[in-house]
């Protein structure tokens, strides 16, 4: 199953990520993922960061999963499921591994931002009218829906798989972007793959004046069945035999557990 991040030592600071180690694998400096060992950078985050044409915004996840599993099985229940109570229970148990997720670690989660947020802005669907589904999420955690603010729209570039777009989303016309340079944002998605979506949202976010410190997923996925190096990965952060936080974490900070 899926693994929700063990909530150890929320003091840890921020440090240095391995760009390789001797367990098979490297890890990505950008978003924290698994990357071929020997490389600093996984082949989604330069493909991403090649099509912005911008430096990526770190990222921080607070669970990792694989396809078929618990967590992901949650993620898809929380906005697809057809039962409404189904749904609901989804979304409290986000809600529920979210708030503990940042309470225990936003120090760290600060320290990778450059400092505090005053801003939370969550990725709007690129399919879904209206309100984004980790909407849902984000306003039943105290501390982040505070600062929630809905800022972007779906805009008219083109968004897929590995396909980011500088004008994927765009700033709400109804909001003041004059006002936007005085704060720094944390940028909240559900699941992050190649963080094409996630990567867009914050690139809309900078062009408009405003600070993204980091980008926070729910969850990560990883391929272990199909990749020896995302193997190497599960096993040592997420898999039940993983070294580190005993249950995957990889939230600045879990180095110093290595």
Do not use: N
Not at 100 to 120: C, K, M, N, Q
Request: proline content about 7%; overall charge positive; some cysteine.
């Amino acid at each position: 199953m899926g693994r929700a991040h063990r909530l150890a030592d929320p003091t840890a600071a921020h440090g240095p990520l391995p760009e390789d180690t001797s367990s098979g694998f490297g890890v990505c400096r950008f978003c924290r993922g698994p990357t071929q060992p020997g490389y600093g950078r996984c082949f989604c985050c330069a493909s991403v960061a090649a099509h912005l044409g911008m430096p990526l915004v770190p990222v921080v996840s607070m669970t990792t999963y694989q396809l078929g599993d618990e967590m992901h099985r949650t993620l898809r229940r929380y906005k697809d499921d057809p039962s409404a109570s189904t749904r609901r229970r989804a979304v409290d148990r986000c809600a529920t591994l979210l708030a503990a997720f940042v309470d225990g670690h936003r120090p760290g989660i600060e320290a990778l931002s450059g400092g505090p947020w005053d801003t939370v802005v969550t990725v709007p669907s690129s399919t879904r009218p209206g309100r984004s589904p980790v909407d849902a999420v984000v306003s039943k955690v105290g501390s982040l829906a505070v600062a929630h603010r809905r800022l972007l729209v779906k805009g008219p570039g083109r968004l897929d798989h590995l396909h980011p777009s500088r004008s994927g989303f765009v700033v709400d016309p109804h909001v003041d972007a004059a006002t936007l340079g005085r704060h720094r944002a944390l940028v909240v998605d559900d699941s992050y793959t190649t963080g094409a979506r996630a990567q867009s949202a914050a690139t809309a976010l900078r062009l408009a004046g405003m600070r993204v410190g980091a980008i926070l997923a729910l969850g990560r996925v990883v391929a272990p069945r199909s990749c020896p190096w995302h193997a190497a990965f599960w096993a040592a952060y997420a898999g039940d035999r993983a070294s580190g936080h005993k249950e995957g974490c990889t939230a600045p900070g879990w180095e110093r557990e290595w």
